[in-house]
């Protein structure tokens, strides 16, 4: 009915519970003493654990996690409404409330007279900032500012170089810490589901234990044979099945989403039983837009057979291939087909839940 995996070289072990209903896994990454992460798969869509599926699967989580899981759960709460009859307690990682008086604010509010520092203790570089939405606060009475670029229900809060998208701004470093916690939480607030920090910014956001997101490239892709198939009329349905898993939506607006990346001619998406690629050519750049396997074909080699379709699909066509994965385990298996890591930052997942097993 189930079974464990686990990769060499990598932390993570993954648990597999599959029963009639359908099949849930989870991919645990010990993260600190006590505390690990879960990252979820699970099938069909709306899927609901029978009674010893959720038994076996509290069990297994038991035995690896700690004191605390960190996992985001689905729309409908797949996870928690199996774990909590078993004794499980859950509340949210991090807390949708303000404690400080804050108010929205922009770096125009920013006083002129006021002697500010940004998070390295320099005076903070306001140019090419208009864009930025920001959080006005104060943190023991002293004033603080958060400010973040708003990408849909991402919160970027990046500070470095380049790619500058968001600023800690207060009157000492020792303030970073506090201010940073007050901005993740007003985030939380505001039903954002990501804040985005640069790594320069993670020493402030350590206690919610951020999710390492890494940036991977591969210079000259070439051709492999697979077996795997673009979406036609034969697969179609398959297609939104596996969509409607991986985006947790339902059937119509996988269907939507699908026909909308099919209409667009930089995208390819392409299908086989148990998983689907999608890939993006921007002129002579490719990304591997998302891939997924369904988890009761995980192990199967399902993956390593998508990614070949995928740098086959690019071949010829991409000088270079990016992705973006959080996956541990999925990181390995890039690596494999030469992926290496480019540019790494750090997330909290602000709809994240904490999961406590019964006492032992």
């Known amino acids: ?26 991919e645990l990454v010990p993260l600190r003493e006590g505390v690990s992460r879960g990252f979820r ?27 605390r899981l960190l996992i985001a759960d689905t729309k409908k709460r797949i996870i928690a409404r199996a774990l909590e009859p078993e004794g499980w307690r859950v509340s949210r ?18 006083p002129v007279d ?20 920001g959080v006005s606060m104060e943190i023991g009475g002293r004033p603080a500012y958060g400010f973040y670029t708003d990408d849909g229900d991402t919160a970027r809060i990046v500070s470095e170089g ?34 985005v920090f640069s790594l320069d910014l993670g020493r402030f956001v350590r206690r919610y234990d951020p999710i390492v997101m890494w940036r ?17 009329k034969a697969n179609r349905k398959d297609a939104v099945r596996l969509f409607s898993e991986y985006y947790d939506e339902g059937g119509f607006q996988a269907s939507m989403r699908l026909r909308e990346m099919l209409s667009n001619k930089t995208y390819s998406v392409f299908v086989t039983d148990g998983g689907f690629v999608a890939t993006k050519l921007d002129g002579e750049t490719g990304l591997v837009y998302d891939i997924y396997v369904t988890p009761a074909r995980q192990g199967e080699g399902v993956g390593g057979e998508l990614m070949r379709c995928a740098l086959s699909n690019l071949a010829g066509r991409a000088g270079v291939v990016y992705l973006h994965t959080s996956y541990p385990r999925a990181k390995a298996l890039y690596e494999k087909f030469g992926f290496r890591t480019t540019y790494s930052q750090l997330a909290v997942r602000l709809d994240e839940m904490s999961f406590a097993p019964p006492p032992r």
């Not at 500010?116 to 864009?131: C, E, I, N, R």
């Not at 940073?180 to 985030?187: G, P, S």
């Open 93 to 110: 990682a991090v807390e949708a409330r303000i404690d400080n008086k804050c108010s929205m604010c922009t770096t125009y509010d920013i």
């Open 1 to 26: 009915m189930s079974a464990d995996g686990e990769l060499q070289g990598c932390r993570s072990r993954v648990v597999l519970v599959k029963g009639p209903e359908g099949a849930l896994s989870v």
């Open 41 to 67: 798969n699970h099938s069909p869509r709306g899927l609901k654990l029978s009674p010893a599926s959720a038994r076996e699967l509290s069990a297994k989580l038991s035995e690896g996690c700690g004191d």
């Open 216 to 232: 991977m490239a591969l210079e000259g892709p070439r051709g492999f044979d697979h077996s795997v198939k673009p979406v036609s």
């Open 114 to 133: 006021c002697e500010l520092v940004d998070d390295h203790g320099a005076k903070p570089d306001l140019d090419g900032t208009s864009d930025m939405v």
């Open 162 to 195: 380049p790619r500058r998208q968001g600023m800690l701004i207060a009157e000492s470093v020792d303030d970073m810490e506090a201010a940073a916690d007050c901005l993740v939480r007003f985030l939380a607030t505001a039903k954002k589901k990501w804040a």
